[in-house]
T-cell receptor
């Protein structure tokens, strides 16, 4: 089954304790992306990756890091989490078919609480 | 600045009504626009995708239109049902494999 998986699904942590949220897709998509979703603000793109070893900042990259060492995985790293990073995080991959048909596929989300 | 806006933020209608959800974008040079549905506490489910060269797409009771010149897309839901209750989001992609901008969504409630 084609899917995007994220782990963990729920995480409660404390300020300053480094954490990693994993994202994996089995569709061989080149493009992957991380979003955060906050009430009233919708989904905002954190980072995206066009291919292995190619990443770029989205609208809200501060406090986050990413890596893309292999096509299927795109982990999100919070080196020193702070309470304002409490949010619902989504990973997505895009089938870049060309001709305007790029389609996003989303993971189930990770709810992060930073105390 | 490229922005995507969805108004209203919330909408409540009785079952059986036809309704229209709106999505506006400030930069008309889009690559494509995608409509999603999100149920509470869940991920996003893709509903329809419209390429920049298209005017509309249909899937069952859903019809999405695109007017680039006015910077608008609409999602038409026919004969609404309580199961349609969810938040509907639109997302604009400005070029292949680039930044994606989401609207903040419209929370739809269908009253039985």
């Amino acid at each position: 089954e084609a899917q995007v998986t994220q782990n963990p699904r729920y995480l409660i942590t404390v300020t300053g304790k480094k954490l990693t949220v994993t994202c994996s897709q089995n569709m061989n998509h080149e493009y992957m992306s991380w979003y955060r979703q906050d009430p009233g603000l919708g989904l905002r793109q954190i980072y995206y990756s066009m291919n292995v070893e190619v990443t770029d900042k989205g609208d809200v990259p501060e406090g986050y890091k990413v890596s893309r060492k292999e096509k299927r995985n795109f982990p999100l790293i919070l080196e020193s989490p702070s309470p304002n990073q409490t949010s619902l995080y989504f990973c997505a991959s895009i089938r870049t078919s060309g001709g305007g048909t790029d389609t996003q596929y989303f993971g189930p989300g990770t709810r992060l609480t930073v105390l | 600045k490229q922005e995507v806006t969805q108004i209203p933020a919330a909408l409540s209608v009785p079952e059986g009504e036809n309704l229209v959800l709106n999505c506006s974008f400030t930069d008309s040079a889009i690559y494509n626009l995608q409509w999603f549905r999100q149920d509470p506490g869940k991920g996003l489910t893709s509903l329809l995708l419209i390429q920049s060269s298209q005017r509309e797409q249909t899937s069952g009771r859903l019809n999405a239109s695109l007017d680039k010149s006015s910077g608008r897309s609409t999602l038409y839901i026919a004969a609404s049902q309580p199961g349609d209750s969810a938040t509907y989001l639109c997302a604009v992609l400005y070029s292949s494999a680039s930044k994606i901008i989401f609207g903040s969504g419209t929370r739809l409630s269908i009253r039985p």
